[in-house]
């Protein structure tokens, strides 16, 4: 009953395997072995998109904060949700690689800024010329913080007001997989097509080892993106391993079959907790959520070993943030469940 | 006959399997991993230090440049050899981790500082008060960038120096276990007994997937690191599989059996090299060397097959770097002096 | 009739007879100026603290960013008021000058911060360990941005409550002197008697030409400030014209006599404006504020040519920003009070 | 007989009566004010650059800091004499503006680069690609560090090779006007017409009280300009006293009056310091020189009440550092001559 965080889990049989496989004799380092070609290919029919520029890391945090790097500047706004990952629990990560910006918290419920807010925001920037930091770009977290998930036509909407004065978009996929399958839409959909300019698609989280893809719509940033990787001691020697994660995230289609099974073990879950009386905080969408129960409930699922974050909520309540992953089985939710109803 | 670097090695299959034995359910995250305890434990049994903080990152360069961030101020003279890696070869990632201090170069022939150009180094800098920068610390290259080592007791006679004026000391030891191997010194020798700070303690080059672990004698600064490493993006969520690597690299003394293993083919290709008729730029003194040919020979080496990288020499002459490895064969070198001898 | 800020107007006549005095003959330095010696004497006095570090500088932004940076890291949270100069009208000075230190807005009605919401602030920060931003330091601007003050009493329940996380605190001072006049406090009962480390002592609003202090209560960080002044570039070479003015500024109490005329004028305009019937969105308390009025009466007040910044309020109001100064006249304040009155 | 530094002198009367005649009344701030438009109006003339755009900073380095930081990246070379002030004289600040840029030492004699050398220089950068910083631009400072001068067709000299690579250079003019004088270009053949990008043009040890401008000749970087010297706190907000003291500066040629009179009496003291029997370390070109005395020579003319740098030479010498300036007299001159010869 371990639902601490989906990064608690290893990584799928699948990509332990491919990580074997490349192991076999030499290879270019640094990002020029063979399997690197063919995971910039996949990205990119996976986007639907042949041009995009595609990188890989080894941290959420380095892809988010490279990725604002290179579409910001230090006297930037950044606007994000104010519960945002990079805003809240990235110890001033984005700070350090965009050499001081300053991210501007857009509130809104269950995670998600709303189009009215973050114009309201970005409006508000900038009114005082060059004593004030300069409008910059806006981020977007799918699966937000909260575990809501923003449609492609959310995303979408979000877009249209950060061009009105021209900025950036990133989006902030550490869980891109899981926002997928929640809204049916396509990669395609969720990003580009909505107008997105860069992404951080995440495979951690998701069943691989330590590998995040950054993926550029428009190349013309790859260069600096290079350099900016190599000076943050993120470009790893033996990048294989690396390639070969993320070759095995895709192929066949595994890292959707692993959302999709991250989140049925989340719906199952959340049904199952709702049905038990508790209250969700937020509605639940993906494979992440927030219950509220009495201490006593708390105290009752820990001493059956269920392994999970607290935090605190309402008057005598606290919240539990419970997060299922690839490697969820039904008899685990079924077997909290079941300590739950008590 | 693949002797571009160490780096383009796989892992050694005891590392590869430990991985795989650590992918074996759910672990906590972000360095908490009860594998870490353990390497933790080692790590210190083998420097003899029972306090040396220890913490594991995925790349040399933000080893180097992390344990340059924690010693210096942004305002330091870092004082390190004009061919070091950190000075040469990590695209200023230490500029960037250390919010913009100052390498100053200090020449010696083959890759090594001398004591007294050391101190002529470290006394003008200073001279000019608030005017320039400050005297902030040394680092030192072990294996050097020309494949020679120094022994434990020239890194003393360079620390002695440095600790004229106080300045803390890194051991930049990417090829750490073929410096230990090469002069028969011990780990605490070669570090905290020559009255070393900091080390960047490499994995990677010497039989790893990834990793490289930093170890500080003095653990008042463990807090800060952890913080900056966060905040660099270098703090993996599924950290077990860089203790994995760790532990396995130290068991049974494998470490120093891969470097024994690289530095003896390093010598066997040394010596035919040399017998071939050829000059060493520098003494072969572990697993790299850099002889020169005139280009012909090259073009007979690399229609053979064999794969290094070369660079302009004296006249009509090219070096070629070579490095051999902790899976480098026998018949491979030899098959090189084969075609070599021509 | 210009009450655009307290920046527009000119230098007190004695100020610029100091700077004519100043440029006979030769000077030392970079500040080693013997004016500076006495400058140094004076600000302890008025201090009442003998040992206080004091440098100048030429603006407010740098005195305020230096003050933070050599109080905080990278990675602290620096907790001040939502609206406060260093969060909104500096373009990031603060995270230039700190490489990235990240501001909390705190909010509270009339500018000014409650130690309830202090507390909450710097309590959630710290919450989530090695991934989130540290507790870092506390800015208090005094004459707040809303032309409210605090009181010696108010500025030392701040600082109790900083200092139970024992966090350094920073006074804003750029109107330091009128914040005094309008509390009745002493200069050592607003700063280190109510606990604050580090103060901006504000010159150039208030009838100097370009000159504010820095004053360290603790002085084991002078040496860090003095390079992180030289390498901003603020380290004046011909800097006895800054000494020159800071001197005539402390004697026979001119900057006190100042800002009590600027004090004076604000409490005729703020009466003035409000028996006119505007209702003022902050108390007036010393020399800016912010009354609303109809679009009409603007442009009656703009045509009769009444100089001043405007900003949306509620609905039909705009609201103004009036400051008066060293040198602001009753004449101006009444027939600008005639003209509103119509 | 003060020989220290021209920034040691004080500002031309008429300097000081400008910012007298610019304190009356109200302006508008943060270089909105009328003079302003006028200076820049005047330094688009002397530049004969319509479009040239110019910003005025209170020190060398800012400006020196700034040109570099909006003409390179964090990851950038910037190639420059090895004894250049920026690289040896500003506690690291053109790190700190450009967030980490590496400055790459050219060697060459009497404080100049060859082309030869520079070209070397350039040309070693960058063969190891994303592993090591990237060409960035060049830094020519006229007159020396070494008290000698670029004529015009030198400077096109270096800027041809910097533009073999594209890259962007920067004269360092904190004694512009004296290099002019020295070689009788105008500012136009000095600078853009050599293919200089951006000029620090300096007026501070020239005769001012304490102002740079920084001219540059593609207006397209104005804006970030403007927002890097706001974030550094660089942008006074009684901006009027910089304004005034350039504006006299240009007036009636007064910048080149007083520089031909600091050049002339440097060659007064070069001239009857030779003839003394000294050796000049350097050719004395404009109004510093270098000779070299034995210790007693020092302590006579110390004794007589001569100020000036010292710094070791040759066995059993020290070189004096000298430097007249615009308040220099003949008589002082000629006073410490007659000290030399005993």
Redesign the interface.
Known sequence: M?F??D?????HPKV?AA??R?????????GADEIMARVTARVREVFEHPEAAVYL?????????LALAIHS???SAVFAHTEAHIA??????P?????????IGVAGDHGKMTPDALAQAIGRIGE?G?????RGMVSITNVTEAGTVYTAAEVADLVTVAKRWDLPCHLDGARFANALVATGATAADMTWKAGIDVVSFGG??NGC??VEAVVMFDPAKAW?F???R?????????H??LSAQFEAYLEGDLWLDMATHANAMGARLATGVAAAGARHQHPAQANMMFPEWAMGTHQRLEAAGA?YYQMPASPGMEAARLVTSWNTTEAEVDQFLSVLRG
Chains 1, 2, 3, 4 share one sequence.
């Open positions: 371990y601490t965080s990064n608690a889990s290893g990584a332990l990580i074997t490349a192991n076999d004799g030499f290879a270019r380092s640094y890391v080894s941290t959420g945090t380095v892809a988010n904060s500047k230090p006297w809240t629990d990235e110890c001033g990560a700070e350090f690689y965009t050499d001081g910006a300053k991210l005082v060059v004593h004030g930091v300069q951690t989280k080892m330590g600096e290079e350099l900016r190599k000076r943050a001691g993120h470009l790893l020697s033996k294989r391993f392994a």
